[in-house]
């Protein structure tokens, strides 16, 4: 590349840190991040998350219910999918009270998806 401004620099890992929001975060040693791929699913999820969103709310509230017995769910909203599960906005309104709720959370798949 033959611009002014720009150069190619070569990185030698030692360590590796994921800090990925609110109580996410870990370490990753410098073979795991070689020897890592893409998702394989991680291309496709947002057409299958909106075709579910689109077309299937009900059956994604079913999998809540199966998955998370006594949380009851009004909404559900698939945010994010990939080959080990995804992540879905819900709304409920807990029966103690009449303030409803809007969290995320994470439901696992029974295998690893490996393609769509």
């Given at each position: 590349?033959?611009?002014?401004?720009?150069?190619?620099f070569?990185?030698?890992?030692?360590?590796?840190?994921f800090?990925?929001?609110?109580?996410?975060?870990?370490?990753?040693?410098?073979?795991?991040?070689k020897?890592?791929?893409?998702?394989?699913?991680?291309?496709?999820g947002?057409h299958?998350?909106?075709?579910?969103?689109?077309?299937?709310?009900?059956?994604?509230?079913?999998?809540i219910?199966n998955?998370?017995?006594?949380?009851?769910?009004?909404?559900?909203?698939?945010?994010?999918?990939?080959?080990?599960?995804?992540?879905?906005?819900?709304?409920?309104?807990?029966?103690?009270?009449?303030?409803?709720?809007?969290?995320?959370l994470?439901?696992?798949?029974?295998r690893?998806?490996k393609?769509?």
């Open positions: 590349v033959n611009f002014g401004d720009f150069s190619w070569r990185m030698n890992i030692d360590k590796i840190r800090v990925g929001g609110f109580a996410r975060a870990g370490s990753v040693s410098p073979s795991e991040y020897a890592a791929r893409p998702d394989p699913i991680s291309e496709f947002i299958i998350a909106q075709h579910m969103n689109e077309d299937h709310e009900s059956a994604t509230i079913a999998m219910a998955q998370i017995p006594g949380l009851d769910v009004s909404k559900a909203e698939i945010t994010s999918v990939d080959s080990l599960g995804m992540y879905v906005k819900v709304n409920r309104t807990p029966r103690a009270s009449d303030q409803p709720q809007q969290f995320k994470r439901l696992p798949f029974p690893e998806a393609d769509r």
